[in-house]
Every structure is written in structure tokens, then in C-alpha cells.
């Protein structure tokens, strides 16, 4: 079915603004013009379209001139003007609406910077000849912690809608959301060993908490819940508070780039965790990998708002794992259970749009459908370890032509004279990370792309993760020339990020760094599988093969939730069906 009143379109996406793209390397970038056919969800225009909803207690009109607001939080604008979707940056003090007509002309909104902190932020606003353009300022009396927004009354605007262009929070400090979730009664063993080495016998009540930032939970306690997760062959670096305290330490998952840590704890009577969960408060959809950007649309056309949202995932990381960090006791099955009915009731006194639990393991997948979680599915591109002791065993198993091109590929490296080296730990120096921070923008900058992570975030979680962190270099005489970043798990290496220098071309030197090394690498350390990041169908001819992913979707309304999960119906068949078709259609000699 098509045209505008067609739930699902096979379109390409509409497209968003260039500042806001992720970036990355080929092997872990965020480009929403790569998602799926059917990620554009299309919804039934209101019947008025000359009337909008709109959030307001009072409307101050501007025209042509500049409008000085004080105390604006670093933020970022969400989207397009040409867009209608709309989003929320920084907390909820100070949230101000920007609405204007559509129009050809534009004229701009400085926001003033009272602390010289760089915060400036110029809101483009659409504006079309004699047409009064309007700023709502939201009381924020009627504006509680939970985000809920004063009662909605209908605006007229001239003859046309008019279309929200930025939304925003100020810079004062944030109203905390409620600490404490809630109090159970759980039964358990009393001669359960875990339990008693916890504090002895099994736990009959549990609280279940909301801390602000990561290191309200000691490191060994969130460190012994995450391995008791994954179990230690299945070592996730990504889940370990030393990588995601870094990414609040060094201001890359913090409020002020629209991720509101709002981790989750469960402890028991006498004060042992119990679990663990990385949460966030989120006023956009970017750095997730799961691409929901449509859904914005889509629910803004539905007459709701979509943010903010939780989001439950490791921040800018494509990479599955538990997301529910549950300690190994007795009764973990019923702390998982308190833990997943806790989120969902945050969700829904918190008056928030969703909650999106991103990159779970297939068990939890499976366990949350059954808690009234939509299933989503994805693709990536893994490559197996086959036992093997050198890559040429590797590439003994492919076509003679995959075979023959990796063998051209990787001659070109030295025929450019460069050298590459992989170091660990101690070995990386850093001149090394600052490099490779250079290499890094470079990527991002060529991708019209946002860097998220700051050059401070390299060398902490570096010194935080030790010889966990593997980064191949790639060198001209003595000249340090391109980079790509792994974390090694128990039993995976984990590629994320890549870039090299901006002045000059080496063909295939992505190709060797981010893959091949990782491969060799892998094969040295007898691990299972290497894991290269999101997207990248030019992964499969270098032995790279399609696996699932999954995502689990939490939506408070009925009828938005009824749309969005008859969509993921049709496409997770097409996933399906790509999948299998890739797969038979592989590089390998034997259809795996």
C-alpha cells in the first residue's frame, strides 16, 4: 500500500539533518540512510491540519528580531526546520518551545551565553512574509520531574499548522527524578552459597533504586553483577563500570548531550546489590544503532510526543549483551522479574513516551516479550572463529575469488610502505590516543557526522581498562597514519571505532585495520568471534557473516503501540528473509 495514509512505506528515510549523523568508521557508524526498507512509518494526518496541539502557558510573539534567553545548557538543535519532528536537549528546567509557521525565509534566534562556555546555539526559524512567529515558554510550575506537560489546548495559527521546530532544556539544576522505585518481598533458599556470601541466606526483601550517575554503585559491585551476567567466558568490557563511568566521567553520556543517566539498583536487606541496570534519560534518538527516528515522526503525527524516552543500552555501542545485570542467586529469576515490572512502572509515572532496551541478549529477548515488550530484530556482521591457526587456514575456507581479492587487498598495504602494529595496554602511549582522537574527528568530520566521545574519554578508558583495549596502528616511516580501536571480551574481540590521517588516501588500509587485523588478532588470542560493529554489507566478502541482533520496545500507548508493533511484524520478516538470502550467498566454500 502507499501514499500517505500507508502505515509502512518501502522508501528510504526521510532524511535528517547533516550535523546530527553519527559517524564512525564503516564498521560501527550510525547513518539512518542505511537502515531497513521499512523503517519510515507513515500515520493518518490529523483531520484538521489547520489546527495543532500545542504545549503552552503563554506565547510571547517575535518578529524579526533577535530574542536573549540566559541560562541555556549546552545543547544540540534536534532536527531540520523542515522536519516536524522534534526533541528535548539538557534537563527540564527552562524548557522552551520554538514553533513557527512553514515558510521559505528564514530568520534566526540567538540564545545568548552568559558563561562564555561555548554554549551559544542558533535556532533557525522558518518564516514567511507578515507572519508573526511565535515562542512558547512553558511554565515551569506546571512542569513536574517527571516531565509532565501542562494540559494541551489547541492554537490556531494563521491558515497553515504550525510545526515545532526545537525543543530544550535549560542549564539550572535538573529536578531529580524519585530515588526509590519500590519495596518486594521475594522467597528464596536460605542455603543458596551465592546468597550467604552476600550477607547470608537468601534475600526476602528487596528495594529497587534510581541512582543519578554510575558512581553511586561501587565498581566491584556493578563489575560482580555484569560478570555474574555474561559469565566470565562471556566477558563484556562494554558492561563493566570502568568503560561506562568513562563515558560520564568524560562528558560524552551526561545531560548535557541529551543522556540522563538513570541506572537502576536492586539491593537487598542488608544492602547488597543484587542488580544492575544501565539507563538512561534521553532527549533524542542518536547513538543507539536501533533506528527509531521514524517513530518520532510517526508519534508527533499521532498527536503525542516521543521524548524523552529511556533508553537501556551501552551509550554509542552496537554491541549485544545482558542488559539486566542480575547476580547469581537463588533468585535471580524473581529479581529479574522486580527489576523489568520497576521499569515499566518508571516508564509510566515518569510520563515518558517508551522504554527501548537496545542490543539484549536473545534470552532476555525472549524473557521480555513475555513481560508485554515489542521484539525488534536487526542485522550485523560477525566473523567465526573455525578453529583456525594462521588466516591463511582461514582463507582456505573461502571462494577462490573472496580468496584472491583479500590476497590483492592486503598486498597493497605494503606496496604503500606502511606498517602496522597492534598494541595492548602499557604499549599504547598517549601519543597514541591523541593521535588516534585526530583520526577519529577526521572520520567523523568527513561523515557530516557528531563525535560523541571526547579526546579525555580515550585516554580514561584506556587507563581504566588496561590490556582489555587493543588498538591497531597503522604507521609511514614514523609517522603514525590511521587507527582503529577493539575491546577484547572473554571470548570476543569487539571492533568500534577507526579513522586516519585527513591528509592522505591509503586504499585498503580500512579494510586491513578494522578487519583483518582484528581477524589475526582473534586467531592469536583463540577467540570465538570478532564482532566489527553496525551496518556494513561490504563486511560479508571478507568473511564477515550476518548474525541477529534484537531490541526490546516498551510503549505506554495503546494505539501507537498497535501501529509500531504491527510494523515490526513485517519487518522482522524481511530481516529474516535478508538474512538467509545473505547467507546463502556467502564468501565460503560451505554454506554455513
Known amino acids: 500500500m502507499k501514499g500517505p495514509y500507508a502505515i509502512t512505506n518501502f522508501l528510504p528515510p ?6 546530527m549523523t553519527n559517524s564512525g568508521s564503516e564498521s560501527g557508524n550510525e547513518y539512518n540512510g542505511t537502515c531497513s526498507p521499512t523503517s519510515v512509518l507513515r500515520f493518518q494526518p490529523p483531520p484538521n491540519e489547520e489546527e495543532v496541539v500545542a504545549k503552552q502557558t503563554s506565547l510571547v510573539a517575535v518578529k524579526n528580531e533577535e530574542v536573549e534567553v540566559t541560562e541555556v545548557a549546552r545543547c544540540l538543535p534536534f532536527t531540520d526546520t523542515s522536519s516536524s519532528s522534534w526533541g528535548y536537549y539538557g534537563n527540564y528546567d527552562d524548557l522552551l518551545l520554538f514553533d513557527s509557521c512553514e515558510a521559505p525565509s528564514t530568520t534566526t534566534m540567538f540564545l545568548n551565553d552568559d558563561d562564555n562556555d561555548n554554549t551559544n546555539l542558533l535556532v533557525p526559524l522558518q518564516q514567511e512574509e507578515d507572519t508573526t512567529h511565535l515562542m512558547k515558554d512553558l511554565d515551569l510550575n506546571n512542569l513536574d520531574f517527571e516531565g509532565k506537560f501542562p494540559r494541551r489546548q489547541q492554537q490556531r495559527i494563521g491558515n497553515r499548522p504550525s510545526k515545532i521546530t526545537a525543543l530544550f532544556w535549560g542549564s539550572k539544576k535538573p529536578r531529580e527524578l524519585e530515588s526509590s522505585i519500590g519495596d518486594f518481598t521475594l522467597t528464596g533458599n536460605q542455603d543458596d552459597s551465592t546468597t550467604n556470601q552476600l550477607g547470608g541466606g537468601g534475600p526476602r526483601k528487596i528495594s529497587v533504586s534510581l541512582v543519578s550517575s554510575i558512581f553511586d554503585v561501587s565498581p566491584n559491585d556493578w563489575d560482580a553483577c555484569a560478570l555474574d551476567a555474561t559469565g566470565p567466558e562471556k566477558f563484556n568490557p562494554f558492561l563493566t563500570h570502568a568503560f561506562l563511568s568513562s563515558l560520564e566521567e568524560t562528558g560524552c553520556a551526561v545531560k548535557e548531550t541529551g543522556w540522563v543517566p538513570s541506572h537502576i539498583v536492586a539491593r537487598d536487606e542488608n544492602y547488597n546489590v543484587l542488580g544492575v541496570v544501565p539507563l538512561y534519560l534521553k532527549s533524542h534518538s542518536y547513538g543507539e544503532f536501533v533506528f527509531d527516528h521514524s517513530w518520532a515522526d510517526a508519534c508527533y503525527s499521532f498527536g503525542s510526543r516521543y521524548y524523552p524516552k529511556f533508553q537501556c543500552c551501552v551509550p554509542f555501542t552496537p554491541v549485544t549483551g545482558p542488559r539486566i545485570l542480575i547476580r547469581n542467586t537463588s533468585v535471580n529469576d524473581q529479581v529479574f522479574d522486580v527489576i523489568v515490572s520497576s521499569l515499566k512502572e518508571l516508564t509510566v509515572k515518569s510520563q515518558v513516551s517508551s522504554l527501548h532496551i537496545t542490543f539484549p541478549s536473545e534470552h532476555e529477548w525472549h524473557k521480555l516479550k513475555e513481560k508485554g515488550f515489542l521484539q525488534r530484530m536487526g542485522i550485523q556482521y560477525h566473523w567465526k572463529n573455525n578453529n583456525y591457526k594462521t588466516f591463511d587456514d582461514f582463507l582456505m575456507d573461502m571462494k577462490q575469488s573472496k580468496r584472491k581479492n583479500i590476497r590483492q587487498e592486503r598486498k597493497k598495504i605494503s606496496a604503500q610502505n606502511l606498517t602496522m602494529k597492534r598494541l595492548r595496554g602499557y604499549e599504547i ?3 597514541h590516543w591523541d593521535a588516534f582522537y585526530k583520526f577519529y574527528r577526521n572520520t567523523t568530520d568527513n561523515k557530516w557526522g557528531t563525535p560523541y566521545l571526547t579526546r579525555d ?3 580514561t578508558m584506556a587507563s581504566k581498562l588496561g590490556d582489555q583495549v587493543l588498538l591497531v596502528i597503522a604507521e609511514k616511516g614514523d609517522e603514525l597514519v590511521a587507527g582503529a580501536l577493539n575491546l577484547i571480551g572473554g571470548d570476543t574481540l569487539f571492533g568500534r571505532l577507526w579513522g586516519c590521517d585527513p591528509k592522505a588516501y591509503y586504499p585498503s588500509l580500512h579494510f586491513e585495520a578494522c578487519y583483518y587485523q582484528a581477524i589475526e588478532a582473534a586467531i592469536e588470542l583463540n577467540l570465538k568471534t570478532v564482532e566489527a560493529g553496525a551496518q556494513g554489507e561490504h563486511k560479508i566478502q ?19 503501540r498497535e501501529a509500531i508493533g504491527d510494523f515490526l511484524v513485517r519487518e522482522s520478516t524481511q530481516v529474516k528473509l535478508v538474512t538467509k538470502l545473505l547467507h546463502d550467498s556467502g564468501p565460503f566454500k560451505d554454506v554455513r
Open 14 to 19: 526521510l532524511p535528517l539533518p547533516p550535523v
Open 429 to 431: 602511549k598517549a601519543s
Open 457 to 459: 574519554f580515550f585516554h
Open 542 to 560: 571478507r568473511g564477515y557473516l550476518p548474525v541477529t541482533t534484537y531490541s526490546c520496545h516498551y510503549l505506554t500507548d495503546e494505539g501507537f
